[in-house]
């Protein structure tokens, strides 16, 4: 069994666990399994297409999975699975100036 | 409501200060009571942007997950974002909606001539498409 980490946000749709142990052979179906066992997950990691939302990454131990082989990575029992955002930003150039803030 | 203590609100300033002209940026990390957030370690992390950082940070994942590895260990989670305006109000911009994640809180510090001027914590969807104003309570403020 692999053991998937749940971000602290996300433990609510997770019966607020930290982590989960699951079952599957390759990435893509350890998260099909944590989204089967938690589908109000699903929303929060896929988006419409069923494609992971852009800024989703995973982790497999502590390798990006886009530079293995994404949802077709192996995965070995004893294997963690780490649910990382992607963050950036940035105001404008504009020195000092009140562009719209939301 | 996110609360942030003396000690990591002063690693939170000092950082920013620092890295002005340029955004800074970091983790922070602490409790969570239902919609009451409280943060005790503020983690300082390299702006990872590879271009001019007067205007952009990036935040890499290795280091976000570093942190959230160090939340873990220390009993604690990983609940929230800061970053540093330069010369600019701390709203969150477009560049910050469009490059969010709508897991966390995300702090903007302003730093006017260098020096800390004010702050504001938000509050991302999903979809990147808008950002709720959350309460922010710092020392002194």
Not at chain 2, 32 to 55: F, L, R, W
Not at chain 2, 64 to 93: N, T, W
Not at chain 2, 130 to 139: C, S, T
Request: glycine share 8%; aromatic share 8%; with cysteine.
């Amino acid at each position: 069994m692999a053991k998937v980490l749940i971000p602290t946000p996300l433990r609510q749709f997770a019966d607020k666990q930290d982590h989960v142990e699951l079952n599957g052979s390759s990435v893509g179906e350890v998260l099909g399994e944590l989204t089967t066992r938690f589908p109000d997950l699903r929303k929060q990691l896929f988006n419409d297409e069923g494609k992971l939302r852009s800024f989703v990454n995973v982790y497999l131990n502590d390798e990006d999975i886009r530079y293995l082989q994404k949802d077709a990575t192996a995965v070995a029992s004893g294997d963690t699975l780490s649910i990382v955002p992607s963050i950036a930003g940035g105001a404008p150039e504009t020195t000092g100036a009140w562009a719209g803030g939301i | 409501m996110i609360r942030i203590d003396n000690e990591p609100w002063d690693v939170m300033v000092t950082h920013a200060e620092a890295a002005f002209p340029n955004e800074c940026c970091g983790a922070m990390l602490g409790t969570i009571d239902g919609d009451s957030k409280q943060v005790t370690i503020a983690e300082p992390i390299e702006n990872a942007y590879a271009g001019a950082q007067g205007a952009r940070y990036e935040l890499r994942p290795e280091d976000l997950l570093a942190a959230d590895k160090k939340a873990r260990a220390a009993g604690l989670d990983l609940i929230g974002i800061f970053h540093s305006h330069p010369d600019c109000d701390a709203y969150f911009s477009k560049t910050d909606l469009e490059n969010s994640c709508p897991w966390y809180s995300f702090v903007v510090l302003s730093i006017k001539g260098g020096k800390f001027d004010h702050a504001n914590s938000f509050l991302p969807n999903a979809e990147q498409t808008a950002a709720e104003k959350e309460e922010l309570i710092w020392p002194k403020s």
